[in-house]
């Protein structure tokens, strides 16, 4: 499932939810939260965009829970990873400047420039 430019956090969430659900009854609310560890109204809150997102621990749980990318769940609730901050903390200048130039470039240049730096020879 792909994320929609459109959509959501809540909406993302449950939509996604209730696609597994569909074909598996331990997809309700009340079972996903008790497996994500919140509360079964918080997370009904959650998929209706009544509250802010949850904490990226939580975003994490709900993002293996239900097969998801964290990264885009975090993504989606206005949230950077932690372990990227730390990585963009380091060298700010460097990721910034890096960012910006690949702002407008297309997916497979991302991705292109992504596998230099990991098959790179430094």
């Known amino acids: 499932m792909y994320y929609v430019v459109h959509m959501t956090f809540g909406g993302y969430v449950r939509e996604v939810r209730e696609t597994f659900r569909r074909d598996d009854p331990a997809y309700?609310?009340?079972r996903v939260a008790q497996r994500v560890g919140v509360e079964p109204a918080y997370l009904s809150k959650?998929?209706?965009d009544q509250v802010a997102p949850p904490s990226e621990a939580t975003i994490r749980r709900l993002a293996s829970e239900?097969?998801?990318d964290p990264d885009l769940l975090l993504a989606m609730a206005?949230?950077?990873?932690s372990d990227l901050q730390a990585i963009v903390r380091r060298r700010?200048?460097?990721f910034g400047e890096l960012i910006r130039e690949l702002r407008d470039a297309p997916d497979h240049a991302i991705l292109r420039v992504a596998r230099e730096v990991r098959d790179g020879d430094w």
């Not at 206005?78 to 990873?81: A, D, F, I, M, T």
């Open 28 to 30: 309700s609310v009340r």
């Open 46 to 48: 959650i998929e209706r």
């Open 66 to 68: 239900l097969r998801a």
């Open 78 to 81: 206005g949230k950077v990873s």
């Open 92 to 94: 700010p200048q460097l």
